[in-house]
């Protein structure tokens, strides 16, 4: 693992509950995307371990990239 | 693969294209990236006649990602996410190697004599364009990385995707944000150009949540004719962004030749992305799959 993957995990998990609470909020014709990252980040968070997490946290983002590739491109 | 993917690649006429995934213009041939199957449509520029290529040995899927021929004899397309970077034969189409990236990127062009990757970044005024040298990702250009108000804002902020250049400069454009190209030259110095836009900002802007509603998507596509024209293909119009029911895109072309706009056409149907194009005529790839030429009256 690179030190760039390791800075992607690290942001990534303490922003969960922000998105979480983010996509919550937003209205259902346009927040597939980010709704999809919050029940992700959700999901990887109720993994046993900080690299399961992490790992799964990576997931996540690049799910949630190719999502929004698809969707505005 | 569908009926009419499987048709073509059985040696038929190509069917529509399925999941567009970029493309490459060469001297006399087009190549275009199908995902879906995966393969390569090759299309030849002046009769628009076209084979199909499939593509062999990707355990992975391919990522819709665009696609590089840096004339090393191979393709490049992104796979996994971005994770992976698969070359494949020129001649067979069999995958040649498989490299695991040292981060995962969202995009790929060809930049003249080398595959360009376009980074994932999460911070602001962090390079963008990076080529692969002895195992490690470079960056070759001061495209940096934006600033927006939260993670999912920074997420749509810095997607970035590139069109067809030519020897002097790549067209590049932020999905989000401003209507504005950015020409890449040789030595990666980037110069501005502005381009019309059809789109409006989101009435929900300032009370919705939504962090895509933050932004406008002007541009889908880009086409450089010579240092002074390019081709701009629409993404979004009118003020729905392209994940809102009823979001209009891609039914405008416009020419711009310094800075001003010259001609803008309306195309009969939405539109993907432009293939080929000199003042007179575009060949332009619709939203259904289909390839045609468009006359500029």
Known sequence: MTLTRFASARLLVPTL???????????????GCIQFYAECLVRAS???TWWQRSAAGIDCYLDTVACLRRAYT | MNALSALAIAGGPAGPVGDYGGRWVGAKEIRLLD???????????????????PLSGADAPLDPYGMALPGDGTVWTLADKGRFVFRFSEATGERVEKRRLPEPCQ???TFWNHAGLFAVRLRPNERM?????????????????????????????NLLRCGSGTKAAIPCWFVAGDPEVLLV???GIIRPIAVPSFALPSPARGVSREPGVAFTYPIRDAFL??????????NQEGDRTPLENGARRGRHVTLVRGRRSERTLE???????????????LVVLFADGTVRRIHVP
């Open chain 2, 225 to 234: 004719i010579d240092g002074q024209a390019i081709w701009t293909l629409t």
């Open chain 2, 185 to 187: 030259d040789r030595i």
């Open chain 2, 35 to 53: 995902t879906s199957l995966p393969a390569l449509y090759r299309i030849d520029r002046a009769t628009l006649a076209t084979s199909v290529q």
């Open chain 2, 107 to 109: 995009g790929i062009a």
């Open chain 1, 17 to 31: 509950a922000v998105t979480a609470g983010l996509a919550a909020a937003a209205p259902a014709q346009g927040a």
């Open chain 2, 129 to 157: 364009l990076l080529r692969a040298e002895n195992g490690a990702l470079r960056p070759f250009s001061p495209l940096s990385s934006r600033s927006a108000p939260g993670l999912a804002e920074i997420l749509i902020a």
């Open chain 1, 46 to 48: 109720d993994l046993d």
């Open chain 2, 267 to 281: 195309l009969p149907a939405e539109a993907r992305a432009i293939l080929d194009a000199t003042e007179r005529s």
